[in-house]
């Protein structure tokens, strides 16, 4: 069960993980307006916990290390372009985040659902080794029967959920935007 609550809108600059509020447009223009829309779906998912000593092992490679920091350098390019602070994007986040693409495009052709009716909550404290998280929900969740056709819970059964694995991953060798992704830096 998933309650979502629109609390207003963004376009150019939405809001981040980082305390930046963005562009938020409220619903209203009238400020003593004390509710928001609300609607409650159901769905299925399948959650994944990755090891953290695979992904500290995986995160140690310097090849690894150089490639996040390119990435970062990019990112941070535009932010501060439209004057926005500069941050460092955690590797573990990166990892978990990309894997959850592959698997998301996979599991659209595994299960039926299309690709925009499958969600991903990214579970990653990056600020804290204490309480350490690097996990992943893949779900669906809809007011119709979109949200409960049960092809993702079959899919995450063992015995099944490795081929998808499988095919999530080796399909990442091809992008489809290939050439010009080969090509790009």
């Keep these: 069960r998933e309650t979502r609550a629109l609390a207003g809108f963004s376009r150019l600059l939405p809001a981040t993980a980082d305390g930046h509020e963005g562009d938020i447009q409220r619903l209203s223009k009238n400020n003593s307006i004390n509710w928001l829309p609300v609607l409650i779906v159901r769905g299925e998912g399948i959650f994944l916990e990755f090891n953290i000593d695979a992904i500290n092992t995986w995160i140690d490679n310097s090849a690894v290390t150089e490639r996040i920091k390119y990435l970062t350098d990019l990112y941070n390019q535009t932010r501060n ?29 595994d299960c039926g659902y299309g690709s925009a009716s499958l969600r991903e909550r990214i579970y990653c404290n990056t600020g804290s080794d204490s309480s350490p998280m690097q996990g992943v929900l893949i779900y669906t969740a809809a007011g119709d029967s979109e949200g409960t056709m049960g092809g993702l819970v079959r899919n995450g ?17 091809w992008c489809s935007s290939d050439p010009v992704c080969i090509e790009s830096p």
């Design 157 to 173: 059964e063992p015995g099944n959920f490795e081929s998808s694995i499988y095919r999530a991953i080796t399909g990442a060798a």
């Design 81 to 109: 372009q439209r004057a926005i602070v500069p941050v460092d994007i955690d590797p573990k986040f990166i990892l978990i985040h990309s894997f959850a693409h592959l698997l998301i495009r996979q599991l659209s052709y």
